[in-house]
């Protein structure tokens, strides 16, 4: 199962042209910042093609967003912020505890395996962080 390519062109797009408008610049004073035509920023906006790499991390780099928030629309900022509101009164003692916690919990973490049908118990191995359901949290 992959990603879907239009429905990514076209996330990735209206990020592009949000990110864009919130800076308050046209497609030419926009594209000239990047490097690409207004033509090919509007068809990147469109969700008609996609960007290169490098064009992807210049306009991270122009926006001030991480990739994470272009490619997946995560504003990692925000889950920072929290993390740090809630951590902000915590010892380093507390937060090395928690840590060895969450580490023993890892450990020992039941999973299902592909097929929903058994359960297994799960390493901190590279089949672990393989596992579909648990990518997006390792």
């Known amino acids: 199962m992959g990603i879907d390519d239009s429905f990514f062109k076209k996330s990735v797009g209206k990020r ?3 990110l864009r408008l919130s800076m308050g610049l046209s497609k030419v004073a926009f594209a000239k910042l990047i490097g690409i035509s207004s033509q090919y920023l509007g068809r990147v906006e469109d969700g008609v093609t996609m960007l290169t790499i490098m064009k992807v991390v210049n306009i991270c780099e122009v926006a001030d967003v991480s ?6 629309g995560r504003d990692l900022r925000t889950s920072f912020s929290k993390f740090e ?3 902000a009164n915590i010892s380093i003692e507390q937060i090395e505890a928690a840590s060895d916690i969450v580490i023993q919990m890892r450990k020992f973490l039941k999973v299902i395996d592909a097929n929903g ?4 118990l799960c390493d901190c191995d590279d089949e672990w962080v393989d596992n579909k359901f648990f990518k997006k949290w390792y």
């Open 16 to 18: 592009v042209r949000d």
């Open 67 to 72: 990739l994470d928030f272009l490619i997946y």
């Open 85 to 87: 509101r809630e951590f």
């Open 117 to 120: 049908s058994s359960l297994k």
